[in-house]
């Protein structure tokens, strides 16, 4: 059935053996001071053993600071953290797929961190929507700090002392910078949580200024030839249907600056992927990302459930696709795909790690 889906690829020169991800989800399995246990080992290598040719972790926090965003999320600050993870990477890495980490921050929308009590962001502007239930939030977020310029420079070296680590102690393949999804780096990037006036805020390239400075600061700490990928959405966890204001011409310019700045890759997400990007067009968020980065290899995420849906994004543009919640039915997605197997339906209760885990036991 699919003709590209387990072709081998490379991203910066590393083979992958097929062009099936593992899509970064939140788990919250981790301890309370954010260390990966068995529960984790087991649940990420289940999926290299379901023939997935790569993992994207869960976001990891960056630093002792604000970056935590749920509870029992894991860092990659600690050394017991970093000890932990490094067992979790060898048993994906002894099972056959890339593990890349994905590192995140959650300025404003932090909602159980051990380190502080309070939330930083662009601008002093309270997060729209309700803390996740189904991550221990309740109620409204909290009204952020503005960061100042020493807390950004802060920010900006956590990402990047975090990005070494992961690469350089746990042993990841490489490491995505979360720059989507309504968290920090988003939030510089989104126009009405960012009413900065200095160097920081501005039109949408300004606004993209702290994730190019975040991408030039890991990658002169992890070189030239480890992964470095960036993730990028409209739609965020606290506002769902977000699109940006500044339409395709401001999407071609934020893919255009990325690929400058040198990434590996660009992993876009959408609800749908496949569905145009803004109402008064018909390209996808892919199709634009392709059209203004050419030279930089494509990750496309969205509702990817079925190995025809995969298919479709990668014979459009797309060089590897993402899948998430399918793939938590079904660690073994590639696998049942390739055999023409049928795809366990999504549990009611597949937000949870643990349920997750069980459902697809193999």
Not at 105 to 126: C, E, F, K
Not at 299 to 304: A, C, S, Y
Request: glycine letters at 10%; a negative charge; hydrophobic letters at 45%.
């Amino acid at each position: 059935m699919a003709k590209q889906l387990f072709t081998a690829g490379t991203i910066n020169g590393v083979l992958f053996n097929n062009r099936a991800m593992v899509a970064p989800m939140t788990r919250i399995s981790a301890s309370e001071t954010g260390v990966p246990g068995e529960i984790v080992q087991h649940y990420y290598a289940s999926f290299a053993r379901g023939g997935f040719g790569a993992v994207i972790s869960e976001g990891l926090y960056v630093d002792q600071a604000w970056s935590q965003t749920y509870a029992f999320q894991p860092g990659i600050v600690t050394e017991e953290q970093v000890a932990g993870w490094r067992k979790v990477v060898k048993a994906v890495q002894q099972d056959g797929a890339r593990f890349i980490a994905q590192l995140i921050h959650g300025g404003a929308l932090s909602q159980a961190n051990i380190y502080r009590d309070t939330t930083v962001a662009p601008s002093a502007v309270q997060p729209v929507g309700q803390q996740l239930g189904f991550y221990h939030g309740q109620g409204a977020y909290s009204l952020p700090q503005a960061m100042n310029s020493d807390q950004i420079a802060a920010a900006i070296d956590a990402f990047a002392a975090s990005a070494e680590r992961a690469v350089k102690q746990a042993g990841f393949d490489g490491v995505e910078i979360h720059a989507a999804n309504g968290y920090l780096l988003d939030q510089f990037l989104t126009d009405y949580t960012n009413q900065r006036t200095d160097r920081w805020g501005g039109d949408i390239a300004a606004r993209l200024s702290l994730t190019l400075e975040v991408i030039k600061a890991v990658r002169a700490r992890i070189g030239a030839d480890v992964i470095l990928g960036v993730r990028i959405s409209q739609g965020k966890v606290n506002d769902f249907h977000h699109k940006w204001k500044e339409g395709k011409a401001g999407a071609a310019t934020v893919f255009a600056l990325l690929q400058a700045a040198g990434v590996d890759y660009i992993h876009v997400t959408e609800y749908q992927a496949w569905q145009p990007a803004f109402s008064d067009g018909q390209q996808t968020f892919a199709d634009i990302a392709r059209e203004a980065a050419p030279d930089t290899v494509l990750v496309v995420n969205g509702g990817l459930d079925n190995g025809e849906l995969a298919e479709a994004q990668l014979a459009a543009c797309a060089d590897f696709v993402a899948i998430g919640k399918a793939a938590l039915a079904n660690h073994d997605w590639p696998t049942r795909v390739a055999q023409g197997e049928t795809l366990r339906a999504l549990p009611d209760n597949v937000l949870s790690p643990v349920a997750s885990i069980k459902q697809s036991e193999i």
